[in-house]
């Protein structure tokens, strides 16, 4: 029979992920549908503690910061049309208010800082290999909060480049957390602001260093979220209308792949109890007095706790 599309078979990795992991999650706006799945299924999780980031040098800065549990003060801020920002975080964190901006980055580095340190998967999502460098200070920025664009330069990363901002990843995790496994991946939303071409040469720059990086270290492994997406679905019917995102047809396909190499069969097994509490807990009744209600309640009851006997750090 002849076959109509090329398929990534999944294999089972080393060091699985399990309920008594801890994840780490850093980069692109695809680390957010990785870890909503995650989140879910109510694994420890710890997602972007600056934010949506794209390059390696704005990843390679928060997990530095974090690291060294930083102390942001108004001095490593900018006021940009009445709002406080750092150009290290995502615009989530800019405020009109200056101690609230303060309040809400050095707060989220403390938790990031306690949990580097106990995390037992780290997963950094690449999402170009473009960047902007601010003129003034001559450091990559993670985002520009609409400040006018003369003042920074747009460049290239070279491929050795992002592969030192890797490696200086690993180095600095390593340096609090020697037995944590760094999982790779490039994102596949598509970034065309840049260019066609010029979107799929950042790619390259970013694959290209990953696999020069992971080669090189024995606690870094590739996720091919990027490969499937291109050689695997290669269709627009799994994109977004605006044909750059994946859509909730293919985040589910790269989830199950994940889910299949990195998620431990134990786990699984957990997941499939979890999953059935939540679609019970999403059940809204016509009317809560009735008799299969409150059977229907009291069975929601005994699997939450049977859960909780096992797991008591899950709350639902």
Same mark, same amino acid.
């Given at each position: 029979?002849?076959?109509?599309?090329?398929?990534?078979?999944?294999? /089972?990795?080393?060091?699985?992920?399990?309920? +008594?992991?801890?994840?780490?999650?850093?980069?692109?706006?695809?680390?957010?549908?990785?870890? =909503?799945?995650?989140?879910?299924?109510?694994?420890?999780?710890?997602?972007?503690?600056?934010?949506?980031?794209?390059?390696? #040098?704005?990843?390679?800065?928060?997990?530095?910061?974090?690291?060294?549990?930083?102390? $942001?003060?108004?001095?490593?801020?900018?006021?940009?049309?009445?709002?406080?920002?750092?150009?290290?975080?995502?615009?989530?964190? !800019?405020?009109?208010?200056?101690?609230?901006?303060?309040?809400?980055?050095?707060? /989220?580095?403390?938790?990031?800082?306690?949990?580097? =340190?106990?995390?037992?998967?780290?997963?950094?999502?690449?999402?170009?290999?473009?960047?902007?460098?601010? /003129?003034?200070?001559? /450091?990559?920025?993670?985002?520009?909060?609409?400040?006018?664009?003369?003042?920074?330069?747009?460049?290239?990363?070279?491929? %050795?480049?992002?592969?030192?901002?890797?490696?200086?990843?690993?180095?600095?995790?390593? !340096?609090?957390? %020697?037995?944590? =496994?760094?999982?790779?991946?490039?994102? %596949?939303?598509?970034?065309?602001?840049?260019?066609?071409?010029?979107? @799929?040469?950042? +790619?390259?720059?970013?694959?290209?260093?990953?696999?020069?990086?992971?080669?090189?270290?024995?606690?870094?492994?590739?996720?091919?979220?990027?490969?499937? @997406?291109?050689?695997?679905?290669?269709? $627009?019917?799994?994109?977004?209308?605006? @044909?750059?995102? &994946?859509?909730?047809?293919?985040?589910?396909?790269?989830?199950?792949?994940? =889910?299949? #190499?990195?998620?431990?069969?134990?786990?699984?097994?957990?997941?499939?109890?979890?999953? #059935?509490?939540?679609?019970?807990?999403?059940?809204? &009744?016509?009317?809560?007095?009735?008799?299969? $209600?409150?059977?229907?309640?009291?069975?929601?009851?005994?699997?939450?706790?049977?859960?909780?006997?096992?797991? %008591? !750090?899950?709350?639902?």
């Amino acid at each position: 029979m002849t076959a109509f599309r090329t398929e990534i078979t999944p294999k /089972k990795e080393h060091f699985q992920i399990d309920y +008594k992991s801890k994840v780490l999650l850093i980069g692109s706006c695809f680390t957010e549908h990785i870890s =909503k799945k995650l989140d879910y299924f109510k694994f420890d999780t710890l997602t972007n503690p600056f934010g949506i980031v794209f390059n390696s #040098s704005a990843i390679k800065t928060a997990v530095s910061h974090c690291v060294l549990n930083k102390i $942001y003060a108004k001095a490593d801020l900018n006021n940009h049309n009445n709002l406080w920002s750092s150009f290290n975080h995502h615009s989530q964190f !800019s405020n009109p208010d200056l101690e609230t901006t303060l309040t809400g980055i050095n707060s /989220k580095i403390t938790e990031a800082h306690k949990f580097i =340190k106990e995390a037992s998967h780290i997963v950094i999502t690449l999402g170009t290999a473009w960047v902007y460098t601010e /003129k003034e200070s001559g /450091k990559i920025v993670a985002n520009c909060h609409k400040i006018p664009q003369q003042n920074f330069t747009k460049s290239l990363q070279s491929i %050795p480049q992002i592969t030192s901002d890797l490696d200086n990843i690993s180095k600095e995790i390593e !340096s609090v957390n %020697p037995h944590a =496994k760094l999982l790779f991946t490039v994102s %596949p939303v598509r970034h065309l602001r840049n260019g066609f071409a010029e979107n @799929m040469l950042a +790619k390259a720059h970013l694959i290209a260093a990953v696999h020069h990086h992971i080669s090189n270290n024995d606690n870094s492994y590739y996720v091919p979220a990027y490969e499937i @997406m291109m050689d695997d679905l290669r269709d $627009y019917r799994f994109y977004e209308a605006d @044909m750059i995102h &994946p859509n909730s047809t293919a985040v589910n396909y790269i989830w199950d792949y994940f =889910k299949s #190499s990195w998620l431990s069969d134990k786990a699984n097994t957990t997941m499939i109890k979890i999953d #059935s509490i939540q679609k019970d807990l999403q059940h809204r &009744p016509f009317n809560i007095n009735t008799d299969a $209600y409150k059977n229907f309640k009291q069975n929601l009851d005994k699997k939450i706790a049977a859960i909780a006997a096992i797991h %008591p !750090s899950i709350k639902f």
